[in-house]
């Protein structure tokens, strides 16, 4: 997969924040996908849980802004942006794995507590 390709993943992914636009969230990750966000927190397994999760960022109004290069490797992609929601930011980097078909397979979300403001 082109790098392009990887980059019009992120892209998608950003541009559901904007429109808070379920339907991207679901038309980009598979069936079976799984999203951790935080590492180290409850698993969500599968299109309903995940949706879940989205829907309640969507609520909160969370938006992403990507100031930095993705960055490429095999088939995953990672890149660090700032999430808003209010008053409060976030400053993750998230790894997608990209399965055979396109679709994010895994999403891991790496932050903390020292990168909230």
């Known amino acids: ?3 392009e390709k990887f980059q019009a993943i992120v892209d998608g992914y950003v541009e559901a924040f904007d429109k808070a636009d379920l339907s991207i969230i679901d038309n980009m990750f598979a069936d079976d996908a799984t999203v951790e966000d935080p590492v180290g927190s409850e698993v969500r397994t599968g299109k309903e849980a995940i949706l ?3 829907t309640t960022a969507f609520e909160y109004g969370a938006k992403l802004k990507c ?3 993705i960055r490429v ?5 990672a890149f660090a942006f700032e999430v808003s929601m209010g008053d409060t930011k976030i400053n993750p980097i998230d ?3 990209i399965n055979d078909d396109g679709k994010v397979q895994t ?3 790496y932050w903390g507590p020292e990168n909230m403001g």
């Open 73 to 77: 490797a095999g088939n995953s992609v």
């Open 107 to 109: 999403m891991r979300a």
């Open 1 to 3: 997969m082109s790098t």
């Open 95 to 97: 790894v997608f794995e």
């Open 67 to 69: 100031d930095q290069p």
């Open 52 to 54: 879940a999760f989205y």
